[in-house]
């Protein structure tokens, strides 16, 4: 499916939004697209960058040499800032400011500039890129996305039209997934939980979710009948990882989704086979509400500076005791 269907189907008013602007050649000079991740935010951006360039229509067509280059990251005049990778820093902002105050290389005059999780900018980043927007120019469209807004400068965000993303419903984030090619147990952790952590576009591939996805089916598989084995998961392959930033994700998506499987278990959602087996293990056998009341006090002790080995090790031991 293409981004263009995707976001009619999912985000009608962004898309009624954007058409309109399209039609009557009217776009703002920076766009801020605010909303959980996950929900089309980059997709977006994207589309809108490819439109500016794509000769075949109003909105881009997506599949020609020029869409491609834009998607790929290979088109000139598009520049991508990524604070998702690191902190934005004033040189990023100032070579960007550089590169278009060159004429464009490509045969397009448009310029486009996507800064994805701009929250994450140092405060002199944050005034330059200002400066930027203070003295728009016609041929350049800059795209901001960040789902921390209230971390923003007011004077960015005055200088953007916003455009709020709305969190996919379950079914959506469902039919969003079926162009991709994977399993309806990766739809499900995705729309379910993953969606908050991370984009449609990237989670596959993410450490972070290779890392949670691991753990959680072993974990699963082993609870019901050798927690001593769930615990050795969660100990010697979740907290063994060496980045930090990787367990910290891949462990708020492990008890996330722990929160959705004990729900699943309880109101018999339907997955696919393996995650029937999986909930088949538990059934009948197990006060769910309380596994999942133990979860959710675990979650909330997860805060900056705990012994996270430790609150691991008091999950299993309430998990004991209520098994
Ligand atoms: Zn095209």
Redesign the pocket.
Known sequence: MLNLERLKNNQPVVYTILNNSLVNNKLAHAYMLSGIKGSLQTETAYLLA?SL?????MW?????????RVKNNTYSDVIIIDGSKSIIKKEDVLELQSQFSMTAFEKSSAKIFIVKDAHNMTVSAANSLLKFLEEPSNDVLGILISDEVTSILPTIMSRCTELEFKLLAGDSALSLMNDLDISAREAHYFSQVVSKYLDSDEFLEAEAYLLFKDVFSKFIKTLSYDPDKSSYVLQNILLKNKDKEVVDMALNMFLDMLIVFFNDIIIGREVDELYTNMCDKFRDDYNYLELLTEVLAIKAKLVNNVNVPLLMDQLMFNFRRVM
């Open positions: 490819q360039v794509c000769t075949k229509g881009a067509c997506e599949v020609c040499d020029d869409c491609l």
